[in-house]
């Protein structure tokens, strides 16, 4: 819930998705992946493997993977994208790679927000080009109306207001990426 007592009680306008609604949804999401991927790891000798972008998708990462029923191994990227610091330009670099090899294997995407969808299909495109037997994404959040490439995402959160949103993960100027809530950024804050 929104405390208006806390330190962020100035800067945040409100909440849209709660720690509890958040609770829930990744619980929910994990049911429905572990269902999904029940035979992965027999069908193809190795684990479900989870791919999360940093550092907006640590958060969602740690808990997605807690909500699992089946056994998955961990990879993260570091991407950086041209272009200015709120607007991504699609053009992609990365920063660290995963460690291994994925072909042959079942991969989830793992990643806190769908926006222009650049990102996410550059990614998909350098996914493909190792192999695997399969490539998911799962993203917490996503804003529809705003993606600028058709990008297939199987697992959503939530579809939220094309707003500045923070929490979770998300963050402006790498700050309010611990709340555990999402909620919308009063816009004094990044029109100073
Ligand atoms: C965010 C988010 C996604 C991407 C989505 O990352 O984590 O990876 O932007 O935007 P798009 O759909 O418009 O491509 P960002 O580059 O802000 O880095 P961060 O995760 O380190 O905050």
Do not use: C
């Not at 007592?5 to 999401?29: C, H, M, N, Q």
């Not at 109306?145 to 697992?155: A, S």
């Not at 579809?159 to 790498?174: K, M, R, S, T, W």
Request: hydrophobic share 45%.
């Amino acid at each position: 819930m929104f405390d208006p007592d806390s330190w962020y009680a100035d800067e945040i306008e409100r909440t849209i998705i709660t720690e509890d609604e958040i609770r829930a949804k990744v619980a929910e999401l994990g049911a429905r992946v572990s269902a999904d991927f029940a035979d992965s790891a027999s069908d193809t000798g190795d684990e479900l493997l989870l791919v999360g972008v940093f550092k907006g998708a640590v958060m969602f990462m740690a808990d997605f993977a807690r909500a699992l029923t089946v056994p998955v191994k961990m990879e993260f990227m570091a991407l950086s994208s041209y272009g200015s610091s709120t607007t991504s330009s699609g053009t992609v670099r990365i920063l660290k790679d995963i460690d291994s090899d994925i072909a042959g294997r079942h991969i989830i995407v793992v990643e806190d927000i769908i926006d222009s969808g650049l990102t996410l299909s550059w990614l998909l495109k350098y996914l493909q080009g190792m192999h695997p037997a399969s490539v998911s994404v799962v993203s917490m959040l996503r804003k529809p109306g705003v993606q600028r490439v058709d990008v297939p995402v199987k697992y959503v959160g939530f579809d939220i207001p094309n707003e500045f949103v923070v929490g979770y993960g998300l963050d402006y100027a790498e700050r309010y990426r611990e709340l555990p809530f999402v909620g919308v950024l009063k816009p004094e804050v990044y029109q100073k």
